[in-house]
């Protein structure tokens, strides 16, 4: 039973260039969370898609966006990239009635921008 | 805004030593979550905690849930090498959304 994949699991952007990043819930969930985790510190949520939605977004910029697909799979996109969006990127998967039990998370996408 | 407050935020000692890490709120949390993190990889759920005064075991492993559902208690005895990494606690508020702790990096000396 696969777990949540990312893709890709590095990436190296230039300051101002758009960049695009995938999730694959594990098998059975159907509600996606984005977070961004700086090194040694906690992850800060982004968004959450259910049924194709945004449902919950954090204090993010607008230029952080998202998509969610009708099997479950979702996109982070990040227009306009600064220095200081370099980090990992990581998204969580969980049964959207089974919130309160826990979230499986990917592995992550390292991002740097120079 | 629900704060997570956890600490210590950086531990470090000898094999076989037992320890502590805490989380404190003041707002009640409908979960509280633990996850372990190493580095270069997501958090993995350790446990969850659903209602107030809970404990539960995972081998060297207690956590407990406060009685009022705002705090949590991670004690790890006997500790071991492969114990090292970032721990982290998340508690779940009532929109659902989960509100981190900063972690603690707990390195364990052979």
Known sequence: ?114 | TQLLEQSPQFLSIQEGENLTVYCNSSSVFSSLQWYRQEPGEGPVLLVTVVTGGEVKKLKRLTFQFGDARKDSSLHITAAQPGDTGLYLCAGTDSNYQLIWGAGTKLIIKP
């Open chain 1, 1 to 114: 039973d696969a777990g949540v994949t990312q893709s890709p699991t590095h990436l190296i952007k230039t300051r101002g260039q758009q960049v695009t990043l995938r999730c694959s819930p594990k098998s059975g969930h159907d509600t996606v969370s984005w977070y961004q985790q700086a090194l040694g510190q906690g992850p800060q949520f982004i968004f959450q898609y259910y049924e194709e939605e945004e449902r919950q977004r954090g204090n993010f910029p607008d230029r952080f966006s998202g998509h969610q697909f009708p099997n479950y799979s979702s996109e982070l996109n990040v227009n306009a990239l600064l220095l200081g969006d370099s980090a990992l990127y990581l998204c969580a998967s969980s049964s959207h009635d089974r919130v309160l039990l826990g979230y499986t998370f990917g592995s992550g996408t390292r991002l740097t921008v120079v």
